[in-house]
């Protein structure tokens, strides 16, 4: 999906949120796994390759349907990230301490704070640009609590060059969920929806010759 890549990287350049939209099994997880794909990557992003950090989380493997789980997915997707990219660097140190106070709280308060400090850990002290796959993201958006979502534009707004999201649904986002502290969150794609494109028929022989 040449296209369909093409406007991905074009947002992921502008570190703008974008929203992809299509029906289950139309290819849509397919494109956001690429996205982490070195050779993809350098075809779209050449010399800056270097510059940009992708994390994936397939938001299907939450256990529960919860903040905490959510949140859990997420430390435990920036762990495996930075333990490929810098394995004995200090912010992967600091993350892992907030994952385990995330995972072992003494309260529930330290659920979210843990979190806030793992997330302004990545914002503020790596030096490339990161940007969060949020796959199969239709059940987080409709189930949990709309607090997380205001969290996560207070960090887009204070990481604007820095963090970025690109979510993967079967629906428009508003149409999932928008009132309250979930629309802040919807704001940063209203403007910026892929509607997956049906592959080209090249591309679909192409699959049918790898399924055969």
Do not use: W
């Not at 989380?57 to 490929?84: G, H, K, P, T, W």
């Not at 843990?114 to 189930?143: C, H, N, Y």
């Amino acid at each position: 999906r040449p296209a369909d890549l093409s406007a991905v990287f074009g947002a992921v350049r502008a570190m703008e949120c974008l929203s992809v939209v299509g029906v289950s099994n139309l290819g849509k997880s397919a494109t956001l796994r690429s996205l982490t794909d070195p050779m993809v990557q350098k075809q779209y992003l050449g010399d800056e390759q270097s510059d940009y950090l992708f994390i994936y989380i397939d938001f299907n493997q939450m256990l529960v349907m919860s903040d905490q789980a959510f949140y859990e997915l997420v430390l435990r997707a920036c762990i495996d990230a930075l333990r490929e990219k810098e394995p004995d660097g200090q912010v992967l140190g600091d993350v892992q301490d907030a994952y385990r106070g995330l995972v072992a709280p003494t309260s529930a308060f330290e659920v979210p704070l843990s979190f806030a400090q793992a997330m302004a850990t990545i914002g503020d002290r790596l030096p490339e640009r990161v940007v969060f796959l949020f796959d199969e993201f239709d059940g987080p958006v409709a189930g949990i609590d709309g607090r997380v979502f205001l969290n996560l534009r207070a960090l887009k707004d204070r990481h604007e060059r820095g963090i970025t999201y690109v979510t993967a649904t079967n629906r428009r986002l508003a149409q999932i969920r928008s009132e309250g502290e979930v629309a802040e969150f919807i704001e940063l794609f209203e403007h910026h929806v892929l509607y997956i494109s049906m592959l080209a028929e090249p591309e679909t022989r192409r699959f049918v010759a790898r399924f055969a």
